[in-house]
């Protein structure tokens, strides 16, 4: 019985969430959006950090629209690559959701030994998330910058500019990928476990569109771009 009441509350204050959000969209958005925006300019400056850094692979990089032909398939691996991160920052809110909020209410059960083994589990899971967000980001910075380096020699450019032929799309791309880390961050901040879940919802609405277009520019008009700065 005690699960289900859990969630019952978990739903219930999702619910008065988004219906506190709906009065105010604005004051709740900019935030998540700036926190967003910070964090896709932290990326793009430590990419082309390793970009400076790194030596280009000889074998290359076909890149739709650039060195191959650009079409739906090209949008399509794109589109998947970036589900697979967006879905990792959706489920970052949801574990810290769980964490800060259910696993509390949980641990009201308990006593004793697993009380305190609740008690530990929520910090512990947030940590985990910290952790395995770094990683994410220091693993991204690293694969694109290696693989600017290597589509700048290709191209016979200097890679900043390369970079700068990728703005109209990775600055969309980012934000709406980094929507769910904001408001995580946000929220936790705060102390407002309560609202990761209805955070969740609004942040993946949100970045979808955001990514979906973000793959289109990226595969029929970046490439052209970048040939007009090379």
Known sequence: MA??????????DTRGTLSRWNARPLAILAPWFIGAAAVCGGLLTAVFVVAQLSTPDPSGILLPGLNEPASLGGVGHI???NSLVLALHAMACVAGFIAGSSLPLEAERYSGTWRKVHDKAGPLAIAFVVGATAFSLCTQA?????????????????RGLLIVGILPHAIPELIGLF?????WTISSRRGQW????AATFVTVGLAIPLVVAAAFVEVYVSPHLIVALR
């Open 3 to 12: 699960p289900e009441l859990v969630l019952v509350q978990g739903l219930r």
């Open 79 to 81: 589109l998947l690559r």
């Open 142 to 158: 690293y694969v694109l910058g290696h693989s600017a380096a290597t589509l700048a020699a290709q191209g016979n450019m200097s």
């Open 179 to 183: 929507l769910p880390l904001a408001a």
């Open 194 to 197: 309560h609202e990761l879940l």
